[in-house]
């Protein structure tokens, strides 16, 4: 199992050349990402968390190549945009016809904390095998009023029941670097995403 920082390793191409259990995590960059996919028995996640403030704007794109057969992938990418900020995705999954039997996924899910933050997303995919399972998806909107509102009766005020639905929608990749990433990393990576909140 190898797990990679983004925000410390800088590099903006990786490539897979041998079969195994690979966790990507990026938080709060801008950039450019390629993951290209030369070996069967590769699985690998990538994930992201983006927390827009004031006037932030961050644009991420991101290339899912396989070249192998048998190998799979899956992207989660979470964003959070308050004030006036940005965030700009694009996702592409690319099937090679080398990749037959490959299994792909892509996943971007945004909150909007304000009425002039702006999100815009578009997953792509290009499929030249026969023989493959992919899906993408991306949904946008605003903090569930219903449960707000539940919150609310448990006598938890608004901005401590926003503070825990946005915790509970970013845990589900904090669940998984937990399992992947040193204690070290993992509680480094808590809080700077914390911090950003």
Do not use: W
Request: aromatic residues 12%; proline residues 2%; charged residues 25%.
């Amino acid at each position: 199992m190898s797990f990679i920082y983004l925000n410390k390793n800088k590099k903006t191409t990786y490539t897979f050349n041998f079969p195994g259990k690979y966790t990507v995590f990026f938080n709060n960059i801008s950039g450019d990402y390629k993951f290209l996919i030369k070996s069967k028995g590769v699985d690998l996640d990538i994930l992201g968390i983006i927390v827009g403030k004031n006037d932030n704007i961050f644009n991420i794109k991101t290339d899912q190549i396989h070249d192998a057969p048998k190998s799979k992938s899956n992207l989660l990418v979470k964003g959070i945009l308050y004030d006036k900020s940005k965030f700009i995705f694009r996702g592409l999954i690319k099937i090679e016809k080398t990749g037959q039997k490959t299994k792909a996924y892509q996943k971007n899910q945004n909150l909007l904390m304000s009425k002039d933050a702006f999100v815009d997303t578009k997953p792509y995919l290009e499929i030249l095998a026969d023989d493959v399972y992919c899906t993408h998806g991306s949904t946008t909107g605003k903090i569930d009023k219903d449960s707000l509102y539940y919150l609310n009766t448990r006598s938890i005020e608004n901005k401590k029941a926003e503070g825990l639905i946005i915790r509970g929608f970013l845990n589900e990749v904090l669940v998984i670097l937990k399992q992947v990433a040193s204690q070290q990393e993992y509680l480094l990576i808590q809080k700077e995403v914390i911090n950003n909140l």
